[in-house]
């Protein structure tokens, strides 16, 4: 990390002002209660691995478990801290206490958690309104009689409303981490499709972007990839990835990662064999051509509902003219693409969900443009068209005058994917390991 900077790429005066803006928001004597993320578990002593709870990272810049932050006209920060036992320094390290609260997070005020249940209920007869995340919220102060008392007669609220209004329109540096997010994203996509006709496999597929993903600096992915060979990428949020790909099937890759706290999203949809076939290209092609028209949407003023409903007409017009849809009913349409056509992105991939679609786009937001056709193999049409599923999606900051793609650098023109993946791989040598692969054992069912 720089000088000043409390996580990479972000300084303690940010994290500061992010706390100030949102006493801005807060009503006088008002509370707000934010909780660190607890420690999940997957069997009785192994933990998943941790990830900070999206507010208490962006009010605190702290990214362990186990604390309590409150804020409030009257005190300004307040850290609750874990205290260190001396097992469990022994078997997991030192933790960030009371002193770090103070020096490394510039808390007003900390105190260890065994002196919350003394020093939080004093704080909460005080206020006159509690704010807290309901979703996040932890036992730990929720079961305290004075807010218990507070919430049964109706002073306690949705910090959320208030957060993510906040996290919604990103600073200068979140932008530069999201930009290197997206990056990264792009490269370890774009190597995971150049092997794609060599690892025939949604597991390896897989495997392989995460890998990409981690060498280029990545924490962890954004999400479990999505990695949806032929009928299963019809499939919208499949995550098996345990099937084998076959000759001819398409591939669908719904992929993201995270770094220092920021989240990528982008899909892409090419053909395992190097070329689409004829029937694929009609279907490519109008989602390209939707992603394309609704990213001259994207700008201040418009909203995502506005852009939603934009992209609906083009898909359904389209189908209508390929043929897989007969009639010009909205029911058959939805079963081919239930989804929105994007999403607000940043610290969390479903980012800022109190923000309405309908809100108008400001400079400084991340969006999702993600146009799909998800045609089920049971689906009542053409049979050539049964068992398709393609998606591309883009991310894209909304600027002064327009906006900027983040994703723009991975391919998604037909010719550009097919010249790729057949010239790539014309000279690869195909020997490299296969033998070993073709030796796995992949659980199906």
């Not at 530069?176 to 990056?183: F, G, I, P, R, V």
Request: aromatic share 6%; glycine share 8%; charged share 20%.
């Amino acid at each position: 990390m720089k000088e000043g900077e409390i996580t990479p790429g972000i300084t303690t005066e940010e994290y500061i002002s992010r706390r100030k803006r949102l006493l801005e928001l807060l009503p006088e004597k008002s509370l707000a209660i934010i909780a660190a993320a607890p420690v999940k578990m997957m069997t009785d002593v192994v933990p998943y691995t941790f990830r900070q709870d999206a507010d208490y990272l962006y009010l605190t810049g702290c990214q362990q478990p186990g604390g309590v932050a409150v804020l409030s006209h009257e005190c300004g920060l307040c850290m609750f801290m874990p205290e260190a036992k001396a097992h469990d320094v022994v078997w997991q390290g030192q933790i960030a206490g009371v002193d770090a609260a103070l020096e490394m997070f510039k808390a007003e005020k900390a105190y260890p958690m065994s002196k919350l249940d003394k020093i939080l209920p004093d704080m909460i007869k005080r206020s006159s309104k509690l704010f807290h995340n309901k979703l996040t919220a932890i036992p730990t102060y929720t079961d305290l009689g004075t807010f218990q008392n507070a919430a049964h007669v109706g002073k306690v609220s949705d910090l959320s409303i208030f957060t993510h209004e906040l996290r919604w329109v990103k600073s200068p540096a979140e932008l530069k981490l999201m930009k290197e997010s997206a990056s990264i994203a792009c490269q370890a996509l774009l190597q995971t499709m150049l092997h794609s006709k060599i690892y025939l496999h949604e597991g390896m597929l897989s495997a392989k972007v995460e890998y990409e993903c981690r060498m280029r600096g990545a924490q962890r992915m954004a999400f479990n990839p999505v990695v949806g060979g032929g009928p299963n990428g019809s499939v919208i949020h499949y995550s098996r990835n345990d099937q084998k790909i076959e000759d001819g099937d398409l591939v669908l890759m719904d992929v993201g990662c995270e770094l220092h706290g920021y989240c990528s999203d982008l899909t892409r949809t090419w053909p395992s064999c190097g070329s689409f076939s004829s029937v694929q290209e009609e279907i490519y092609d109008l989602i390209l051509q939707t992603n394309k028209e609704c990213m001259r949407l994207c700008k201040p003023g418009a909203s995502i509902r506005q852009i939603h409903n934009y992209s609906v007409e083009l898909l359904h017009k389209g189908l209508r003219e390929i043929g897989i849809l007969k009639r010009d009913e909205f029911r058959s349409y939805h079963q081919l693409n239930p989804t929105s056509i994007g999403h607000y992105l940043g610290m969390d991939v479903h980012d800022s969900s109190m923000i309405s679609y309908d809100r108008p786009l400001k400079p400084g937001v991340v969006i999702t443009i993600e146009p799909g056709i998800y045609v089920p193999s049971s689906f009542d049409g053409p049979e050539r068209y049964q068992g398709i599923g393609m998606r591309i999606e883009d991310e894209v900051l909304i600027t002064e005058t327009g906006c900027e793609v983040l994703t723009g650098s991975m391919p998604k023109e037909i010719k550009h994917i097919e010249s790729l993946l057949n010239n790539y791989s014309h000279g690869m040598g195909m020997g490299m390991g296969m033998e070993g692969h073709s030796n796995i054992k992949a659980a199906t069912s």
